[in-house]
């Protein structure tokens, strides 16, 4: 029987290694290549286990480099049939407000080569992750459906935006064997401290004041991250081709009750809340409407938030060594001290 080969683009980061964890545990016969450029959100520490399997494989190396991406290819034992798991992505919005060139380098620029690459390798299908904000914001009412026309604010969805669009072509073109999933705001282990939920929980651990934007109000649809990978897993596994699927956890907080609920979980108090200037071109609201993946593929989320969130805030108090040591920048270190390089 051909064996199974998949490779995780940015699996260093948040989502990627969560998602390599799930693999490691549900599908122990496929090899694992993790394909990752160890930005400053890359974190080979949050691997764990899954780095001393006899079936992973790291390549380091960059998505918008066609050779980078060629070594990658390598990795897969000869023979194996390929699929691709494309995470790789500048992902904070407020990095892209301050500069938007990586954005397009890597979203948009490094989708085509891995595009380009993968075809060329005959990879059997490529899975793209993309977020929900490329379909801009939402008032009061409504959700995002797949059909719902693209209207990204920000440089970081409109990159992504770019790179679902150059997804889509593969297919219409070439006929390439590609899936699009669209998912709304994951939180959960692993998660780079700069993002709303473990930044506001790394900040009142420590008494540090906890900046909230504007007035608060914004909304997102909380997801998960356990319940993102498996919805990946069944996209990739069930998705028909050409398809795109949202993924959302029909959650909606507005940011303020979501650190007001941290504070309260910490025994913190509420005057550690600082209000903010606003995030420029701040979407007011995101909400998914994931009908389609429950009815196709029968996905639905498995964790609620009021379980979820308080094991998440004991996550990253029981693994404060890991916390500190990215709010610190001591895990650049570790790629050194682990492969020599
Ligand atoms: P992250 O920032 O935590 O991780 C990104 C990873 O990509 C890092 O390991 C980084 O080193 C790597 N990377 C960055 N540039 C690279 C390059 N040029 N070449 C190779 N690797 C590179 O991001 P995340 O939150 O885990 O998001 C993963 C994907 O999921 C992204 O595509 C993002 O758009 C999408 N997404 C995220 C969320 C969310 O809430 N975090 C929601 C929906 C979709
Ligand atoms: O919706 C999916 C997207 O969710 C992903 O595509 C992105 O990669 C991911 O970063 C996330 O984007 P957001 O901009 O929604 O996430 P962030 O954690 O940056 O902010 C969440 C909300 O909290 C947003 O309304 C801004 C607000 N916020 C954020 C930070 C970091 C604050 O009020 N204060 C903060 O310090």
């Known amino acids: 029987m051909t064996s199974t080969s998949v490779l995780v683009t940015g699996g260093a980061g948040f989502i990627g290694s969560n998602l390599l964890h799930l693999l490691a ?141 150059l997804v889509r072509a593969a297919h219409r073109t070439h006929g ?37 934007y504007g007035d608060g109000m914004n909304v997102r649809d909380w997801l998960y991250v356990r319940d993102h990978c498996e919805a990946l897993l069944v996209a990739l596994e069930k998705g028909r081709s050409g398809e795109t699927y949202n993924i959302g956890g029909n959650n909606e907080y507005p940011n303020i009750a979501i650190v007001k609920l941290i504070l309260e979980t910490l025994g913190k108090p509420e005057s550690l809340i600082q209000y903010v200037k606003d995030r420029p071109g701040h979407d007011r609201r995101y909400a998914i409407d994931a009908t389609k993946i429950k009815n196709e593929l029968g996905w639905e989320p498995r964790f609620r938030f009021e379980q979820a969130l308080p094991l998440t805030i004991e996550w990253y108090l029981a693994n404060s060594e890991w916390l500190g040591r990215v709010r610190s920048g001591a895990y650049r270190d570790y790629y050194a001290t682990q492969y020599g390089g």
């Open 25 to 165: 545990e549900v599908r122990p016969d496929w090899h694992l290549v993790n394909f990752d450029a160890l930005t400053y959100a890359g974190n080979l520490e949050n691997l764990g286990a899954v780095e001393g399997r006899p079936n992973y494989t790291f390549v380091k190396g960059d998505v918008a480099k066609p050779e980078d991406v060629e070594r990658a290819f390598d990795a897969c034992p000869a023979g194996s049939r390929i699929l691709v798991m494309h995470l790789a992505a500048e992902s904070h919005v407020d990095r892209s407000i301050q500069s938007g060139q990586p954005f397009v380098m890597t979203n948009v620029v490094g989708t085509q080569v891995m595009l380009d690459v993968a075809r060329a390798r005959g990879a059997e299908r490529f899975l793209h992750v993309s977020t929900d904000e490329v379909y801009g914001s939402l008032g009061a009412e409504g959700f995002f459906l797949e059909t719902t026309p693209y209207d990204p604010s920000s440089p970081y969805s409109a990159s992504k935006a770019g790179s679902d669009l």
């Open 176 to 212: 390439f064997d590609v899936v699009v999933t669209n998912c709304s705001n994951n939180y959960g282990p692993y998660q780079f401290p700069e993002k709303l939920i473990p930044l506001m929980i790394a900040n009142a651990h420590e008494d540090k004041a906890l900046p909230v």
